[in-house]
């Protein structure tokens, strides 16, 4: 099974809170990526999770707001 850690690493690549409550940001995550999934966090989460924090990654640098 994926690793909760990984899956909260790539969304916060993304922009989501790096503190949010596991059940919170994939129930996040997923209201917003992947709507039809349900259950546990699964491989196709993490995939995409990762997928997005490699072309999309949020600017973290000291102008970022």
Do not use: K, N
């Not at 994939?26 to 924090?53: E, I, K, M, V």
């Amino acid at each position: 099974p994926p690793e909760p850690e990984t899956f909260s690493a790539a969304c916060a690549a993304i922009g989501y809170p790096e503190d949010a409550a596991a059940d919170t940001l994939l129930d996040a995550f997923r209201a917003r990526f992947h709507p039809t999934a349900q259950g546990p966090l699964s491989a196709a989460d993490l995939a995409l999770a990762r997928a997005l924090a490699r072309r999309f990654p949020v600017d973290r640098g000291p102008h970022a707001t």
